[in-house]
T-cell receptor, first 109, second 115 residues
């Protein structure tokens, strides 16, 4: 079964601390994974995708096929990073997305 | 480009009424996806449409729900005879014709409340 798991509902860190938002997936085949972010009162927007291998707003995510993970990392959290983060997996020929339940990141001053 | 537009933002219906949710994709986008988010859950895929065609409706409930994307005008998600369990946030996303781009752009969502 295709599934995305985000084990943490809430992650609270202090400003300047490292952040790691966990994402594990279950997928037969070659996965394509995304991180979406939703800031307060804003719409869901793409943060990064694994095939781009890019860093956005200091965030990176590496696909680890052995561990079936796609954890999102940032070395030094900022208060403006506080948001809801969703990991998503592209499924099938129609490109529909399978989402995890999301992790709320709260960065304390 | 105004982005994906959904209306209304909030919709209140009584049990048994019909709900119509509208989605206008981004300019130049011809693929539309609908997702539903129940409280405390992630977004769940419902249906994928191209102009005048339903491509994948594997996530749609078998009864009361329907979707269309006509040649002209927005995509419509229609829920007939709503029940309390239909209360949720409904999100629409669009992507460009070149699916190799594979990025979905989301609207702000419609929050449906069934009394």
């Amino acid at each position: 079964a295709q599934r995305v798991t985000q084990p943490e509902k809430l992650l609270s860190v202090f400003k300047g601390a490292p952040v790691e938002l966990k994402c594990n997936y279950s997928y037969s085949g070659s996965p394509e994974l995304f991180w979406y972010v939703q800031y307060s009162r804003q719409r869901l927007q793409l943060l990064l995708r694994h095939i781009s291998r890019e860093s956005i707003k200091g965030f990176t995510a590496d696909l680890n096929k052995g561990e079936t993970s796609f954890h999102l990392k940032k070395p030094f959290a900022q208060e403006e990073d506080s948001a809801m983060y969703y990991c998503a997996l592209k499924s099938g020929a129609t490109n529909k997305l399978i989402f995890g339940t999301g992790t709320l990141l709260a960065v304390q001053p | 480009n105004a982005g994906v537009m959904q209306n209304p933002r909030h919709l209140v219906r009584r049990r048994g009424q019909e709900a119509r949710l509208r989605c206008s994709p981004m300019k130049g986008h011809s693929h539309v996806y609908w997702y539903r988010q129940l409280p405390e859950e992630g977004l769940k895929f419902m249906v994928y449409l191209q102009k005048e065609n339903i491509i994948d409706e594997s996530g749609m409930p078998k009864e009361r729900f329907s979707a269309e994307f006509p040649k002209e005008g927005p995509s419509i998600l229609r829920i007939q005879q709503v029940v309390r369990g239909d209360s949720a946030a409904y999100f629409c996303a669009s992507s460009p014709r070149d699916r190799a781009q594979n990025i979905q752009y989301f609207g702000a969502g419609t929050r449906l409340s069934v009394l």
